[in-house]
């Protein structure tokens, strides 16, 4: 394969998860372990902290991966300050724009619906927020985090790739011959989860959670990183890896089932005693993220195996899917503020709240950026209203 050639199948699997996001933030709504939001209904299920558990353990490693791959397709097209110039532009800039926006209106929708919860009745008491708010600072991140990180990354290998290319030839031939190794071989996901595993053990139940902060987290910083470099190599060793991990792909996918089943074990002794067991922590650590790191391979295997075109519906999923990650948040929150007094069960909420939620983002795409200059500054290009949106184009990467 060409070193800039484009993979339908790496964007079809980037669309799907930043679509997830929608039931991944739904199920935040009614899970019935700690949380650090504060917004929560009162209609809980254990299945809603099993889906934002199952969710959670593929998404944004996945993500990161497919991250630094699109770095790495930029830089053979572009080299590396063409690479720079292009993130910036459709990372920090939409960054820019957005996030003030989506502070002011989440913050409002989060007081609102924590009112609920207090007096049963809509308004707004910004003390209430202060009171039940784990996240620090309002002033965060928010979900956007990922894209906050993702620049960071870009402006580290823009600057840092360049002094390793200089590197002696010996050297950077064991470390290329190291990646291969630890992608190439069962036992390598193993390994790859020992230093997340570190990081994860500092963690409550070791699971890593991001903090939202403007100032980098050298934790969270190591952690996506390493996907993030995964994806960077990935790319140089495409044609070497991708057939590998098409054929592997239901292997990984059953091996991180199981290591998802001994997640669930472990947390469970977690839950009945925290300090039962000595350094449980670490356990969950290790399994959760060997799990992510064998559903991230799997992920990337089926979808080059069954999804390496596009048709209309995942060339219109893909080409929204940056403007959903940005404003779904509005609907989780907004809809689930609206179902909170309604008498329905936990499921009932769910399932009403994702279809609202995709509803709401799929018209106000259509309507408000599909054809105007949001999706030019979201996706680099205007959308024809005569073009037909299944044929295939080599678009740049979001």
């Not at 959670?56 to 991250?67: C, D, G």
């Not at 599909?370 to 030019?376: A, D, K, L, N």
Request: charged share 10%; hydrophobic share 55%.
């Amino acid at each position: 394969m060409e070193p800039s050639a484009r993979l339908h199948s790496f964007d079809n699997l980037r669309a799907i998860l930043m679509w997830l996001g929608i039931v991944l933030h739904v199920a935040i709504n009614h899970t019935t372990g700690p949380s650090a939001l504060p917004w929560r209904d009162t209609q809980t299920t254990p299945l809603a902290d099993l889906v934002l558990l199952f969710i959670h353990a593929f998404r944004m490693p996945a993500f990161f991966i497919l991250a630094g791959y699109f770095v790495a397709l930029l830089v053979a097209r572009q080299g590396y300050q063409g690479m720079l110039r292009h993130r910036l532009r459709r990372l920090a800039l939409p960054f820019a724009v957005f996030w003030p926006i989506l502070i002011v209106c989440t913050t409002l929708l989060m007081l609102v619906y924590v009112h609920l919860m207090a007096y049963g009745t809509p308004g707004i008491e910004v003390a209430l927020l202060a009171k039940k708010s784990k996240m620090g600072s309002p002033f965060n991140t928010m979900h956007m985090w990922f894209i906050y990180y993702l620049i960071w990354f870009c402006v580290l290998t823009a600057v840092l790739a360049p002094a390793a290319a200089r590197l002696p030839r010996g050297l950077r031939a064991r470390i290329d011959a190291l990646f291969r190794t630890l992608a190439a071989n069962w036992w390598g996901p193993l390994l790859l989860a020992i230093p997340l595993a570190l990081i994860g053990s500092f963690y409550r139940a070791g699971v890593l959670a991001p903090n939202g902060s403007f100032i980098p987290n050298l934790s969270e910083l190591v952690h996506n990183g390493l996907f993030f470099v995964f994806g960077l190599y990935l790319h140089r060793h495409q044609d070497f890896l991708f057939p590998l991990l098409t054929a592997r792909g239901w292997r990984n996918a059953a091996a991180g089932c199981v290591s998802f089943v001994l997640v669930l074990g472990a947390l469970k002794s977690f839950v009945a005693n925290p300090h039962g067991l000595a350094h449980i922590e670490l356990v969950v650590a290790f399994l959760y993220n060997l799990t992510s790191w064998l559903w991230s391979l799997a992920l990337i295997g089926l979808f080059l195996r069954y999804l390496p075109t596009q048709n209309r519906v995942l060339r219109y999923v893909s080409d929204s899917s940056y403007w959903v990650f940005l404003v779904h948040m509005l609907g989780t929150v907004g809809f689930g503020a609206l179902l909170f007094n309604q008498p329905f069960g936990p499921l009932t909420k769910m399932a009403l709240n994702i279809l609202a939620t995709t509803a709401a983002c799929l018209v106000t795409y259509q309507v408000l950026v599909r054809y105007t200059f949001i999706g030019v500054l979201l996706n680099g290009r205007r959308q024809p209203k005569a073009v037909q949106t299944g044929v295939p184009a080599a678009v740049e990467p979001k």
